[in-house]
């Protein structure tokens, strides 16, 4: 999945906006109709400039539009950028879908090839060492005291 730098910011944004429950509440009410930033304050046990705070990060978003009408703030949420984020899920989705589909091919293979060069634990008379990156021989590494 290639994906735009901006492209990218901005899925962050969205969904760094929904990971929040206040937030996503505030999205859902003002889906259904337009609220105050006072309006929405109200609904929620903490103070007024918390609730601007969410509704700021969800308007970066694109999630929700203010609009000032004399002294009072409007608040309505964009279905648009819940479509959007929805598309990116899907997009997601596709990809892990593509991956399990891969493992399934390689799992469902009846006579797998392993390649013994680049494979250490095929050859039963090696072992791989981490702690040195290489491979030993069992017979010519061992020390007498090992045995």
């Keep these: ?4 730098q901006e492209s990218a910011e901005r899925a962050d944004r969205i969904f760094h906006a929904l990971a929040d429950a206040t937030r996503r509440e505030i999205v859902a009410l003002t889906l ?16 007024f400039a918390a609730v601007q705070k969410h509704v700021a990060v969800l308007e970066q ?9 004399g002294r009072e703030q409007r ?11 929805h598309r990116l899920l899907d997009q997601l989705a ?12 390689i799992l469902a293979d009846p006579d797998p ?22 491979e ?6 061992r020390r007498p005291e090992e045995s």
């Design 113 to 134: 090839d392993p390649d013994p060069v680049s494979d250490p634990i095929a050859d039963a008379g090696a072992h791989f060492d981490p702690r040195d990156g290489k």
């Design 32 to 47: 259904a109709g337009e609220y105050s930033v006072s309006d929405l304050a109200r609904r929620f046990p903490m103070s």
């Design 75 to 85: 608040v309505r949420g964009s279905a648009d950028s819940l479509r959007e984020a």
């Design 94 to 105: 596709d990809v892990w879908r593509g991956r399990i589909d891969r493992i399934g091919t």
């Design 61 to 69: 978003a694109g999630l929700v539009t203010k609009e000032r009408r």
């Design 1 to 4: 999945m290639v994906v735009r």
């Design 136 to 141: 030993h021989c069992h017979d010519r590494d």
